[in-house]
């Protein structure tokens, strides 16, 4: 068992782990995400215009740079550990300035490290019970990351609007924590009935073939992150969701940048539209960074405002090629996007008077 607070031995600590693959950096080089950068207490990431690295003398391992990631670049290092009590499974976790006692089952570095994401996964898997245990945040300094509170908060509105019991969460005391962690430990290890047993078979079954029909993985073969909206998907119009993508159709030319580069297909260019699928939104911003008319954004734990921008077919007057725009008959869009953005009729040379 390793043990240390919140400077351990530089020799002990090992950084997290990255999928270079995932991260949007690799898909866009003008990506502006800096989410791991700024979720690192100790400055521990660098970022400029040739890298993003990890200053191994700087990082302790706390794992808050793994939610902040919205591709799930940075791989989670710790997570609670779930015990079935009394018919219910039951999560317990706890932050290492509580119980000084990295390496035991549920001790994480910091609670805060629980984000949305992770909550929601928890939630999907049975957990209806949180046992967190915390020192004083105030005092920490790693007090300045998205509080636990946050993420609890935002997905009990999720399960809430769905008509799902959110997780009921309580804090204890280090020893009261220790104590039930431990009863709950010594509970004889219950195999699954048999309805959960094949509901649980069937699940996972339908997941792998939706992933092989989706291509869901990213250039090498790396598995992307499953979006968290995709863990509660929406089941009516009007639900609030971890992330809904927008298109302002008095700005979008019609490009489909979004669309090619989205890496979950949460924007989808069809023939007569875009559509968008909130559910399948990390909010990894690669559409907003990529389109040049700033027509896209992104809204956190919002309810989304559409679900498709209709598009219109047209001929480009310059170069005679045909394109689509979401601006209606009559509102101009007569040149296609290329030929908006290299000026291409400035590009001709006169030679009759």
Request: charged content about 20%; glycine content about 8%; proline content about 8%.
């Amino acid at each position: 068992m390793r043990r240390f607070g919140l400077s351990p031995d530089p020799a002990e600590v090992l950084p997290p782990e990255v999928v270079a693959e995932r991260c949007v950096h690799s898909l866009l080089q003008q990506a502006t995400c800096r989410a791991c950068v700024d979720a690192c207490p100790r400055g521990a990431f660098v970022l400029d215009d040739e890298r993003l690295g990890i200053d191994t003398a700087r990082c302790d391992a706390c794992g808050l740079c793994a939610p902040a990631c919205p591709q799930g670049a940075v791989l989670d290092a710790f997570a609670p550990v779930t015990y079935r009590v009394g018919g219910e499974l039951v999560a317990f976790a706890a932050c290492e300035r509580a119980l000084p006692l990295i390496g035991e089952p549920g001790i994480m570095p910091c609670l805060h490290a629980l984000g949305l994401r992770h909550l929601l996964a928890l939630r999907r898997d049975g957990v209806t019970r949180l046992m967190f245990s915390q020192a004083d945040c105030q005092t920490c300094p790693r007090g300045s990351a998205t509080h636990i509170d946050t993420h609890l908060d935002a997905a009990r509105q999720i399960l809430e609007v769905r008509g799902l019991a959110p997780m009921v969460t309580v804090f204890l005391s280090p020893e009261l924590w220790l104590r039930a962690q431990g009863a709950a430990a010594r509970q004889p290890k219950l195999g699954l009935d048999r309805r959960a047993f094949f509901r649980k078979a069937i699940g996972s079954a339908v997941e792998q073939v939706v992933r092989r029909a989706a291509g869901d993985a990213a250039p090498g073969g790396v598995p992307r992150r499953t979006p968290p909206g995709r863990y509660f998907p929406t089941t009516a119009a009007g639900q609030l969701v971890p992330f809904a993508p927008r298109i302002d159709e008095d700005r979008c030319t019609g490009c489909d940048a979004c669309a090619r580069l989205c890496p979950h297909g949460a924007i989808r260019a069809e023939p007569d539209a875009y559509r968008l699928d909130a559910d399948a939104c990390t909010g990894c911003r690669v559409c907003v960074d990529v389109c040049t008319q700033r027509a896209v954004t992104i809204e956190a734990l919002a309810v989304p405002s559409h679900t498709e921008v209709f598009l219109q077919r047209r001929r480009c007057r310059v170069c005679g090629v045909s394109f689509h725009t979401p601006k209606p008959d009559g509102a101009g869009a007569s040149v296609c996007p290329v030929c908006t953005v290299t000026s291409h009729h400035r590009r001709l040379f006169q030679v009759l008077d």
